[in-house]
T-cell receptor
Framework: EAGVAQSPRYKIIEKRQSVAFWCNPI?????LYWYQQILGQGPKLLIQFQNNGVVDDSQLPKDRFSAERLKGVDSTLKIQPAKLEDSAVYLC?????????????FGQGTRLTVV | AQSVAQPEDQVNVAEGNPLTVKCTYS??????LFWYVQYPNRGLQFLLK??????LVKGSYGFEAEFNKSQTSFHLKKPSALVSDSALYFCAVRDATSGTYKYIFGTGTRLKVLA
């Protein structure tokens, strides 16, 4: 089974620029998550989709971050404009949700550096 | 609110010795607990989970975890550590109270296995 695909792997941008990340979840997984992992910290949920609807975006900085999941499959996460504190690894994950005990599968992440 | 705590930032252990990485949880209702491992420049990789049943759960690469309800703990263990086990380990709980079932992660514990 193919895993969660993310691109790009690395991105360096200047502050106030915009950036977009792409994620392709495991085929058939209804739920997709975007997490932000700042160096030295655990992953923090930014947004969660169930099919193409948003389930939780309570920790998404909506003045600069946006995300969409078209047709309930691929997803993009955008930051505009970026700030220095957005430097982090952005992880995409998906789960099948066949029961509450199912695990999530993660992509390799995109490391963003804002200079 | 659901949460997990990892009290140790780093654990050092000699190769061949048993290892323990600690995790305590705070949940209302039944806990759904997970362990993930993260190698450098990689995403999170699922190791094992506790949903219900036997308090000792076995997972990948010889890891196991012991669920202790009275101590609200879910410690990760391995009888004999390998240098290749050196990585960042995250404990997580699935939030079954908010209706979103999002995964909430601890701050992580860096495991160093010394040759």
């Amino acid at each position: 089974e193919a895993g969660v695909a993310q691109s790009p792997r690395y991105k360096i941008i200047e502050k106030r620029q915009s950036v977009a990340f792409w994620c392709n979840p495991i085929s058939g997984h209804a739920t997709l998550y975007w997490y932000q992992q700042i160096l030295g910290q655990g992953p923090k949920l930014l947004i969660q989709f169930q099919n193409n609807g948003v389930v939780d975006d309570s920790q998404l900085p909506k003045d600069r971050f946006s995300a969409e999941r078209l047709k309930g499959v691929d997803s993009t996460l955008k930051i505009q404009p970026a700030k220095l504190e957005d430097s982090a690894v952005y992880l995409c994950a998906s789960s099948s949700d066949r029961g509450r005990g199912t695990e999530a599968f993660f992509g390799q992440g995109t490391r963003l550096t804002v200079v | 609110a659901q949460s997990v705590a990892q009290p140790e930032d780093q654990v050092n252990v000699a190769e061949g010795n048993p290892l323990t990485v600690k995790c305590t949880y705070s949940v209302s209702g039944n806990p759904y607990l997970f362990w993930y491992v993260q190698y450098p420049n990689r995403g999170l990789q699922f190791l094992l989970k506790y949903i219900t049943g036997d308090n000792l759960v076995k997972g990948s690469y010889g890891f196991e975890a012991e669920f202790n309800k009275s101590q609200t703990s879910f410690h990760l263990k391995k009888p004999s550590a390998l240098v290749s086990d050196s990585a960042l380990y995250f404990c997580a709980v699935r939030d079954a109270t908010s209706g979103t079932y999002k995964y909430i992660f601890g701050t992580g514990t860096r495991l160093k296995v010394l040759a």
